[in-house]
């Protein structure tokens, strides 16, 4: 998700620091562009595209076979695309889901024992305070919820995901040097907002332009989770721009935590 908003900010600055960064993106135009801007910008030419669509598994799968193949360091992975649009994958899943969680979920797990091999490595999930409204059911992951606001449900859910996915992988790695950080950039206004509902976006653009973060200022907590020495005793806690916060109650949930990691194994086939 590196070819707009929070990620290409992010990944602007980790080329300004000398990092070589792999934009993985889904649209070949975007992402080319934006490794181009960056590597102009920073005068960094080891800002590279590779193509990745997390709506689907296969994709997610081509893209870990190739990078493992090509790539032999890698010691940080951003998890940072993310969309709010409803609809159904090519996999059967709910679109925001698969895309928010599952995708990044099979693609961590594939990337995982590179990260292990390169370790001190760290995994950054962009997550959302709007997990607060997520209501993880392990019976019914991946498919949409029903009602009136399923598609804004759909979303909180997948933010949900993102907040326990980051505890139960910690959990999971400990004694390996691999931690894992979930983050709140804040309101932020992005590329996200273009899939909102057309009869919301008359209130939420202009709010968007007025009172929201703009991409740059939104990225410096996945940076500060990327690049912050010392915080390995703080792996699988959730950030804002204050610092680690807790998150709302589900998100603090170790037993729901354990079930979406078996059912998203299940789910993606591991």
Partial sequence: GGSSGIGAATALELARCGARVILATRSARRGEAAASRIRRETGNNEVLFMHLDLASLRSVRA??????RQEPHLHLLINNAGVSTGGTTE?????????NHLGHFLLTQLLLERLRSCAPSRVVIVASSAHCAGRLR????GQPPSGLFSTFQDYCDSKL???LHARELATRE?????????????????SLF???PLWLKPLLLPLAWLLFLDASEGAQVV??????????????????DCGPR???????????????????????GL
Avoid at 91 to 99: E, I, K, N, R, T
Avoid at 138 to 141: F, M, T, V, Y
Avoid at 223 to 240: I, K, N, V
Avoid at 246 to 268: F, I, Q, T, Y
């Fill in 63 to 68: 893209f870990a076979s190739t990078f493992l």
């Fill in 91 to 99: 996999d059967g899943f709910s679109l925001p889901f698969q895309v």
């Fill in 138 to 141: 392990p019976e019914s992951l």
């Fill in 161 to 163: 995901a993102n907040v």
């Fill in 174 to 190: 400990q004694g390996t040097q691999v931690t894992c950080y979930a983050v709140h950039p804040g309101f932020v206004n992005t």
């Fill in 194 to 196: 273009r899939y909102a």
């Fill in 223 to 240: 940076l500060d989770c990327a690049t912050q020495e010392g915080l390995e005793p703080l792996s699988g806690r959730y950030f804002t």
């Fill in 246 to 268: 807790l998150p709302w109650p589900a998100g603090r949930d170790d037993r729901l935590a354990r079930a979406l990691w078996e059912g998203s194994e299940r789910l993606v």
